[in-house]
């Protein structure tokens, strides 16, 4: 549900989406905000979970995890590959 926000922007800013809409580059400045907006929460999103990645692969306790549970699923690698033997 959209809800009605007041922000202040900077005057160049401003202009230059006003210039895009009037070009229709977009299809109005609420729809600029709004993806701008999505484009920048994803963005952080992303950075947020890439950083939580390299803090788990420095951490000790979670690769013992990774490690304990690749191992209780080794037998799993082979599996239905027949005896080779």
């Known amino acids: 549900m959209p809800v009605k926000a007041t922000v202040i922007i900077d005057q160049n800013l401003m202009s230059q989406a006003r210039a895009l809409v009037q070009r229709k580059r977009v299809k109005s400045f609420n729809a600029l905000v709004e993806t701008a907006l999505r484009d920048e929460i994803d963005r952080i999103r992303v950075a947020d979970i890439k950083a939580a990645i390299r803090d788990a692969a420095s951490d000790p306790l979670f ?20 005896d080779k033997a």
């Open 63 to 82: 690769l013992a995890d990774v490690e304990e549970t690749a191992a209780a699923f080794r037998w799993t690698d082979s599996e239905g590959q027949g």
